[in-house]
């Protein structure tokens, strides 16, 4: 039978006569003599029902960590030798608009209208305030200082990672062609960088690595604690804030024919650590 019984309070919705009280419409006997009952089609009430798990299941999600296995890295410097990288946990998506808008509820001090000023700029949350739309609950949160970001991750007992950790995990392929070669691996990463849109999609729709990693690349540049020596030069996008970070544009490439192709979306240069963009975001990592 493809319909669901389910209880109102004081009168049936279709403006019928009221239920005998303590019964159903069908007979059954039911816990409070008050409620009454009308049917819904089960395909509204399955609808719903998928879109309540689903919308929960996903916010369950969202702080997920996954484990990123111990490697040596080779960066993308002239004159680098390769590095040991620790095994640590890093977030499975970006930190979205409603894991952060949780964290400024919990410390106000950090919202649009409290926030210091020392350590965040004009910009900050800034599509919060001019544009609700594109703050949507599983869109990443962007427009955050590195303060505001480090504060966030060590409010939950987390760290931001080294750009080491991040370029690492970065390097690692994608789920859905883990025999790619680099150059096209490269060549895919610049092809977003090239774009020049603004509009971000929800975390979890784009790029995932064999780990298990989502949205390393094509959706925002992120933070990491040490940027002043991983951030990226703006010359090839049309805004200049979305050239600038250690952001979604690393690759693993330790073939040096790959570097110039490197340098010139990573160039390495200076933030201050109050700015915030609206291609900016961040994630959090656990050292293991």
């Not at 993308?76 to 979205?96: I, M, R, S």
């Not at 594109?134 to 990672?161: D, I, K, M, Q, W």
């Not at 929800?202 to 040490?226: A, K, M, R, S, Y």
């Amino acid at each position: 039978m493809k319909e669901l019984l389910c209880t109102v309070f004081r009168k049936r919705a279709e403006g019928g006569e009221p239920v005998e009280k303590g019964r159903t419409e069908t007979g059954g006997a039911i816990r409070h003599d008050e409620r009454h009952t009308r049917r819904l089609p089960f395909y509204a009430v399955t609808a719903g029902l998928l879109l309540f798990l689903g919308s929960a299941l996903f916010s369950a999600s969202e702080g997920i960590l996954i484990n990123v296995p111990a490697g040596r890295y080779k960066p993308f410097l002239d004159g680098e030798e390769q590095q040991t990288v620790h095994a640590f946990q890093l977030q499975k998506y970006p930190v979205t608009n409603r894991e952060f808008l949780q964290f400024v509820r919990q410390n106000p001090e950090w919202s649009m209208d409290r926030k210091p000023d020392l350590f965040s700029d004009e910009n900050y949350l800034r599509h919060w305030r001019v544009n609700g739309q594109n703050a949507r609950n599983t869109r990443p949160v962007t427009n955050v200082s590195y303060f505001a970001a480090r504060v966030y991750c060590e409010s939950r007992g987390l760290r931001l990672p080294s750009t080491l950790e991040w370029e690492y995990a970065a390097g690692f392929r994608s789920a859905l062609a883990p025999n790619e070669s680099e150059e096209a691996f490269s060549r895919r990463i610049l092809d977003w960088y090239g774009r020049t849109g603004n509009d971000l999609r929800p975390v979890g729709q784009g790029f995932q690595n064999v780990l298990g990693i989502h949205d390393l690349h094509g959706l925002i540049w992120e933070w990491t604690i040490d940027f002043n020596s991983a951030t990226v030069g703006g010359d090839s996008r049309d805004t200049k804030e979305s050239g600038l970070f250690c952001g979604a544009a690393a690759t693993a490439a330790n073939d040096p024919s790959l570097y110039a192709t490197f340098m010139r979306y990573a160039f390495r240069s200076g933030l201050q650590a109050r700015y915030s963009s609206k291609n900016l975001g961040f994630r959090c990592a656990r050292s293991l």
